[in-house]
């Protein structure tokens, strides 16, 4: 028998196996920051989009409704990532809209260019491990981003 202050303890923290050129930290318009690696063992949705852009207002009703729907479980991450745009703008239409997820401001594009964004709105969910499970170009419906959290989630 193992006397209890001789165990060995492990650290079973989860480990980000994704792509190195895709980690990146930024400040959220809630004055909190965000860095991708360390959402380790989460699924993580990544929505990139602008003001401007009618295909990405129109599929932000649905991003709102999927954030409140995982909003209680903790492995699940939605971001939306603002490309271009000053974080006035894109504060004034989050208030004025009335959306709940966390939003990014990519104002220098440094972000968007790492993820050779090309075309918005642009979705890409990472499974728990930080490896890609699903990159969308083009408008989605709650449903489709649903079923892609879901599969990410192992389910």
């Known amino acids: 028998m193992a006397l209890q202050d ?18 990146f930290t930024v400040q959220l318009t809630n004055d909190t920051s965000f860095t991708l690696s360390e959402q380790a063992g989460k699924v993580v949705l990544l929505n990139f989009w602008a003001t401007w852009c009618g295909p990405c207002v129109r599929e932000m ?15 699940v991450v939605i ?4 490309v271009g745009e000053s974080s ?12 709940g997820f966390p939003v990014a401001c990519d104002s220098d594009t ?3 260019s790492a993820y050779n964004i090309t075309a918005i709105p642009r979705t890409i969910i990472f499974n728990k491990d930080g490896t890609v499970s699903e ?5 989605r419906n709650y449903e489709t981003f649903q079923s892609a959290v879901e599969n990410a989630l192992g389910g």
Do not use: C, E, H
Not at 135 to 139: E, I, K, P, R, V
């Open 6 to 23: 001789k165990r060995v303890k492990m650290d079973s923290k989860p480990v980000w196996n994704g792509d190195p050129s895709q980690d």
């Open 61 to 75: 009703p649905d991003l709102d409704r999927l954030y409140k729907k995982y909003s209680d479980n903790d492995s």
């Open 79 to 82: 971001l939306a990532v603002n």
């Open 88 to 99: 006035s703008t894109v504060q004034r239409f989050i208030t004025q809209q009335g959306f």
């Open 110 to 112: 440094s972000i968007s």
């Open 135 to 139: 990159d969308l170009t083009g408008s």
